[in-house]
């Protein structure tokens, strides 16, 4: 199974600062078919997750363009360039590249300093 | 309105089952494939199983795998997941979730069940 580690785990943030969430693989994400199946979501408190970023950079429908993905390989990151109150919440990465299992990383808490 | 609505969890015995459904409304439900996805008290997310569009295919997480089943039913745009043999560590919120590109484009609110005595 792939092993997701993301970093940190804990993420204290000032409003309208920069954030970046880092995503590791154990194995490379991209398929035989050259794509790279590596997602973002964000689930705020109370609510259930929502999906942020797919195939790496790929904005969902809604999502502020405060918030962009990047990496290749095994190494990719999340980035929010000005953080807003209600971008609290936990955020993992989920790879859906080989599968099954798809696998998630641990989680990173974003919270307001 | 894109919209996944879950439902049957509750409360059961170690060695029960439950059956739990995803209704699915404002959008071809037929043509997704459709995910089952955890999260523990606390605990971060965990993929538990996944159906093609037309429920040819199914795939379990290890966790689950002889003991859960996933199936749909595409004329009634309802998703489900059979749980026997339940577990307390099968203790959980249960969403179900679509795939577009990848898992999780569109999630349900959650149902939640525990696995006590």
């Known amino acids: 199974d792939v092993v997701m580690t993301q970093s940190p785990l804990s993420l204290p943030v000032t409003l309208g600062q920069p954030a970046s969430i880092s995503c590791r693989s154990s194995?490379?994400?991209?398929?035989?078919?050259?794509?790279?199946?590596l997602n973002w979501f964000q689930q705020r408190p109370g609510q259930s997750p929502r999906r942020l970023i797919y195939m790496v950079s790929n904005r969902d429908s809604g999502v502020p363009d405060r918030f962009s993905g990047s990496g290749s390989g095994t190494d990719f990151t999340l980035k929010i360039s000005r953080v807003e109150a209600e971008d609290v919440g936990v955020y993992y990465c989920?790879?859906?590249?080989?599968?099954?299992?798809?696998?998630f990383g641990q989680g990173t808490k974003l919270e307001i300093k | 309105e894109v919209q996944l609505v879950e439902s049957g969890g509750g409360l059961v015995q170690p060695g029960g089952s439950l059956r739990l459904s995803c209704a699915a409304s404002g959008f071809s439900f037929s043509s997704f494939w459709m995910h089952w996805v955890r999260q523990a008290p606390g605990e971060g997310l965990v993929w538990v199983s996944h159906i093609t569009s037309d429920g040819s295919s199914t795939y379990y997480a290890d966790s689950v795998k002889g003991r859960f089943t996933i199936s749909r039913d595409n004329a009634k745009n309802t998703l489900y997941l059979q749980m026997n043999s339940l577990r307390p560590d099968d203790t959980a919120v249960y969403y179900c979730?679509?795939?577009?590109?990848?898992?999780?484009?569109?999630w349900g609110q959650g149902t939640t069940v525990t696995v006590s005595s």
């Open positions: 194995q490379s994400l991209v398929h035989s078919n050259g794509h790279t199946y």
């Open positions: 979730a679509r795939d577009f590109y990848t898992p999780g484009d569109v």
């Open positions: 989920m790879q859906s590249t080989h599968w099954p299992p798809y696998t």
